[in-house]
């Protein structure tokens, strides 16, 4: 079945510096990918769409320029936190469906981002 | 380990049939349960959500109730409409904060 791998499954960084998180489609090319973020204790919130080959769409309140979203490959997206803070400490998640169309998605599982 | 086990679609229904979706789960102590739906082209969001035994969770005519006793968490709607037409995922968050899914089940509705 279709595999989604993120990497690292967790990072602890120091305030004020960026840490960047990928999302990779192993058996299975994916033009949309989309980024979660999960709150302690808190369902998910999607973060923003990614588009191969286009900018990202990000939903509303989410900042584009503290989350830098780049899908530059079918196989690969990544999510950087420029000038990372405490209160960026969450969990990340992303999700990929395959070109084919087929919708479905599949999640990876997850980043865990400590900021110290 | 904690898992959640929805049942496999498709399903398809014409509008305005009665729907079930089935959704049981593993997990050790008492974990919150969510359904998330994903329309076409979308990201997922979050259709309802209960935290502790017996609440139910309600929005956009689709309910669900958390049963202990049963280990489940179906979904349900007395009237479903083409634009119901999504894939929806059970989820369970567990004692470690991390978020399990089903692995979600597509819903066809005809007009």
């Known amino acids: 079945g279709a595999v989604v791998s993120q990497h690292p499954s967790w990072v602890i960084c120091k305030s004020g510096t960026s840490v960047k998180i990928e999302c990779r489609s192993l058996d299975f090319q994916a033009t949309t990918m989309f980024w979660y973020r999960q709150f302690p204790k808190q369902s998910l919130m999607l973060m923003a769409t990614s588009n191969e080959g286009s900018k990202a769409t990000y939903e509303q309140g989410v900042e584009k320029d503290k989350f830098l979203i780049n899908h530059a490959s079918l196989t690969l997206s990544t999510l950087t936190v420029t000038s990372a803070h405490p209160e960026d400490s969450s969990f990340y998640i992303c999700?990929?469906?395959?070109?084919?169309?087929?919708?479905?998605?599949?999640f990876g599982a997850g980043s865990r981002l400590t900021v110290l | 380990g904690d898992s959640v086990t929805q049942m496999e679609g498709p399903v398809t229904l014409s509008e305005e049939a009665f729907l079930t979706i089935n959704c049981t789960y593993t997990a050790t102590g008492y974990p919150s349960l969510f359904w998330y739906v994903q329309y076409p082209g979308e990201g997922l969001q979050l259709l309802l959500k209960a935290t502790k035994a017996d609440d139910k969770g309600s929005n956009k005519g689709f309910e669900a109730t958390y049963r202990k006793e049963t280990t489940s968490f179906h979904l349900e709607k007395g009237s479903v409409q083409v634009s119901d037409s999504a894939v929806y995922f059970c989820?369970?968050?567990?004692?470690?904060?991390?978020?399990?899914f089903g692995k979600g089940t597509r819903l066809h509705i005809l007009p």
């Open positions: 999700s990929a469906s395959p070109a084919s169309g087929a919708n479905v998605l599949t």
């Open positions: 989820a369970l968050l567990n004692r470690d904060d991390k978020i399990i």
